[in-house]
């Protein structure tokens, strides 16, 4: 099992550029989340899907982000512009049903000049 | 006010001791309680999960839920070197609408070292 996987691991760009995160959940898992963590804030979870649509994206914080999950293995999370208050650690986190443990990627680190 | 409260620390004991670490929340809705352990430049994993009140026990830790209370503790026994991390205790609301076990809302986390 290779668990969620992340890509890239670290992201450097410059305000106003375009930033994509990808993800690759846990073959199986129907649930997907998208969290952000800062040392002000903590996790904060930003949008989840459930058998790739989304169901709950109150968590994020201005129309500049937008997420995508074209399949069941696939899903992205994109900026744009990019800020320098996006600079944080974004992960990505699947389930295998609605009562599952959540099982966590190693994250993006984002940081934006 | 955050729904969760947790103290971060940091807090350092030395090898051997017992950990308590704790958390305090607002909303009366989580039914759902967790403790993720997270290295340095790695993303959380799950240690303990709890329904409702009472204790849980797994090895050298212990995940205890006092919802009159509105508090969670969990104590780690024997601490090791390895278990030097932050822990963050993380609940849920179970309900209708489709809210998920996985809408987790976070504790600021609590930075732990124990050394030998």
């Known amino acids: 099992d290779a668990g969620v996987i992340q890509s890239p691991r670290h992201e450097v760009t410059e305000m106003g550029q375009e930033v994509t995160l990808r993800c690759k959940p846990i073959s199986g898992h129907d649930y997907l989340f998208w969290y952000r963590q800062t040392m002000m804030r903590g996790l904060e979870l930003l949008i989840y899907f459930n058998n790739n649509v989304p169901i709950d994206d109150s968590g994020m914080p201005e129309d500049r982000f937008s997420a995508k999950m074209p399949n069941a293995s696939f899903s992205t999370l994109k900026i744009q512009p990019s800020e320098p208050r996006d600079s944080a650690v974004y992960f990505c986190a699947s389930s295998f049903r609605r009562d599952s443990p959540l099982h966590f990627g190693n994250g993006t680190r984002l940081t934006v000049t | 006010q955050k729904e969760v409260e947790q103290d971060p620390g940091p807090l350092s004991v030395p090898e051997g001791a017992i950990v308590s670490l704790n958390c305090t929340y607002s909303?009366?809705?989580?039914?759902?309680f967790m403790w993720y352990r997270q290295y340095s430049r790695k993303g959380p994993e799950l240690l303990m999960y709890t329904y409702s009140s009472g204790n849980k026990e797994d090895g050298r830790f212990t995940a205890q839920v006092d919802k009159s209370s509105k508090y969670i503790s969990l104590f780690i026994r024997d601490s090791q070197p390895s278990d030097s991390a932050t822990y963050l205790c993380?609940?849920?609301?179970?309900?209708?609408?489709?809210?998920?076990?996985?809408?987790?809302?976070f504790g600021q986390g609590t930075i732990l070292t124990v050394h030998p």
């Open positions: 993380a609940m849920s609301a179970s309900g209708a609408g489709g809210t998920s076990y996985g809408k987790l809302t």
């Open positions: 909303n009366s809705a989580f039914q759902y």
